[in-house]
């Protein structure tokens, strides 16, 4: 397992609902002994934040300046692109219905379909990126690759499998592409992670079309999206997780902010 990857798991655990409210919530307690008033105020504004992250309609507060940031790919985007990247979005490892074998995660596998998809349309080349940040015995590129092979019939052409990060996915990514001549990318990832993303690929020298895909803000909505639920915690958690790394883009990258 990547001590990277475990550190950026246990910032982000501390950084991010339900753990930070929970927080702030238990430090709203020890506040109250000596200042009754301002930790019973701390405690309540911890559980209404929570109340709110934890429902679909309040993690769109979060999800759709996002996504609104990309919008979907039209036919004429792809001109001039050479290749088409796919970002690995974690796998379930030792999944017993494949005997044994990893397999992408859900999100994973919308990123694979779409990147299938721009295939068929384009023919172009495919790269897929994503090494071993949870540990796994295979990497995730790899995973990626036996799916888009058996499952979708695309051929990939390179595979990036030591990177743990999105950062080191877009520098190590650039490497191989830059040795085949290639410098104009479609980047396929979901519609939340793509901003962070495309700021990584172009710090890595690469032309990025933005090729996103999940766009979570454009279902209905439904009077269950008012109701706390565990989905939506964990689809506010992710958005801020997003934001939280935009914030640290500007701040070590602020050409690209412009």
Known sequence: MSGGWLFNAVASALLLPPFNLILLCAMGLLLRPRWPRLGVTVSVLALLILAVCSTRSGAMLFVTPLEKQNPTLQAGDTAGAQAIVVLGGSRITNAPEYGGQDIPSAISLHRLRY????????????????????????????????????????????????????????????????????????????????????????????????????????????????????????????????WLGLAWYRWRHPDLAK
Do not use: C
């Not at 766009?215 to 009077?223: D, E």
């Open 115 to 242: 990147a299938a998809s721009l295939y068929r349309s384009t023919h172009l080349p495919v790269l897929v990126s994503g090494g071993h940040p949870d540990g796994g015995s295979t990497s995730e590129a790899s995973v990626m690759a036996r799916v888009l092979k058996e499952d979708f019939s695309v051929p990939v052409r390179w595979l990036e499998q030591t990177s743990n990060n999105t950062a080191e996915n877009a520098q190590l990514s650039a490497r191989m592409l830059r040795a085949a001549g290639v410098q104009r990318i479609l980047l396929v990832t979901d519609a939340i992670h793509m901003q962070r993303a495309q700021w990584a690929y172009q710090q890595a020298g690469l032309e990025v079309v933005a090729a996103p895909t999940i766009f979570i803000s454009s279902a209905h909505t439904t009077p269950a999206d008012f109701l706390p639920s565990s989905q939506g915690l964990q689809l506010s958690a992710y958005a801020l997780h997003e």
